[in-house]
């Protein structure tokens, strides 16, 4: 695989990279949805790609991915989006995944204790994200930031022990600066921008509701 997530400056950043890694990417939340709308895109490319997204409704836009799927030259049939409403489900849907080649989570820690005295909470999470490398697939993580204070993923460090890699990402001038904060055969940080056209421009819309939603 040369590519994983198709835009190639995230990609430098990250390489090399193997099966069994987790991998995550988190920050300012419109800049990540737009990363994870390519990432599925890209990786419908190399097999079979689950998405498990943590959200009530909005935030995924198929029609989105849809078109990054044509544009990368992706299969949107090698897609397969499921979702859950609260922290309990989390843990089971990823250990249920089988016979994927990829698996990408988006928001697994948006139900986070208000106190991180409890995020003990999240150690289910946690531990099924670490089961699934021995599934020898490659697993990424896009997270927030948390709301108790800036520069920490939700959920805070607490889960950044089973990472093999980490990518901070914050608006900058006219596109995106990406941070290499972590990874397993690199020196850090590095940084590396993204250009808003990378993101299909689309950075706008995405986590918007879709018009039928709103009916």
Same mark, same amino acid.
Not at 55 to 71: A, C, E, H, S, T
Not at 106 to 134: M, R
């Given at each position: 695989?040369?590519?994983?997530? +198709?835009?190639?400056?995230?990609?430098?950043?990250?390489? !090399?990279? @193997?099966?069994?890694?987790?991998?995550?990417?988190?920050?300012?939340? &419109?800049?990540?949805?737009?990363?994870?709308?390519?990432?599925?895109?890209?990786?419908?490319?190399? +097999?079979?790609?689950?998405?498990? $997204?943590?959200?009530? $409704?909005?935030?995924?836009? !198929?029609?989105?991915?849809?078109?990054?799927?044509?544009?990368?030259?992706? &299969?949107?049939? @090698?897609?397969?989006?499921?979702?859950?409403?609260?922290?309990?489900?989390? !843990?089971?849907?990823?250990? +249920?995944?089988? +016979?994927?080649?990829?698996?990408?989570?988006?928001?697994? $820690?948006?139900?986070? !204790?208000?106190?991180?005295?409890?995020?003990?909470?999240?150690?289910?999470?946690?531990?099924?994200?670490?089961?699934?490398?021995?599934?020898?697939?490659?697993?990424?993580?896009?997270?927030?930031?948390?709301?108790?204070?800036?520069?920490?993923?939700?959920?805070?460090?607490?889960?950044?022990?089973?990472?093999?890699?980490?990518?901070?990402?914050?608006?900058?001038?006219?596109?995106?600066?990406?941070?290499?904060?972590?990874? $397993?055969?690199?020196?850090?940080?590095?940084?590396?921008?993204?250009?808003?056209?990378?993101?299909?421009?689309?950075?706008?819309?995405?986590?918007?509701?879709?018009?039928?939603?709103?009916?």
């Amino acid at each position: 695989m040369d590519n994983l997530t +198709g835009i190639e400056s995230l990609d430098a950043l990250l390489r !090399p990279f @193997n099966k069994g890694e987790i991998i995550e990417v988190y920050g300012s939340w &419109n800049i990540v949805l737009s990363i994870s709308h390519v990432t599925i895109a890209s990786l419908s490319r190399y +097999g079979r790609v689950g998405v498990i $997204y943590v959200q009530d $409704y909005g935030n995924l836009d !198929p029609y989105f991915i849809r078109r990054m799927v044509k544009i990368l030259r992706g &299969n949107f049939d @090698n897609i397969y989006i499921t979702r859950a409403f609260r922290r309990y489900d989390i !843990p089971d849907l990823i250990k +249920g995944v089988e +016979g994927l080649d990829n698996l990408v989570l988006i928001d697994p $820690y948006l139900f986070s !204790p208000t106190s991180p005295l409890n995020y003990s909470l999240l150690t289910p999470i946690t531990g099924a994200i670490k089961e699934s490398s021995s599934k020898f697939m490659i697993t990424i993580i896009f997270n927030r930031e948390t709301s108790l204070g800036k520069f920490l993923p939700e959920g805070g460090k607490f889960h950044h022990h089973i990472l093999h890699s980490i990518v901070r990402v914050a608006p900058y001038r006219n596109g995106v600066e990406a941070v290499l904060i972590k990874h $397993y055969a690199k020196s850090v940080p590095k940084i590396s921008y993204i250009s808003y056209k990378e993101l299909g421009d689309e950075r706008l819309w995405v986590g918007q509701h879709l018009l039928q939603e709103w009916l």
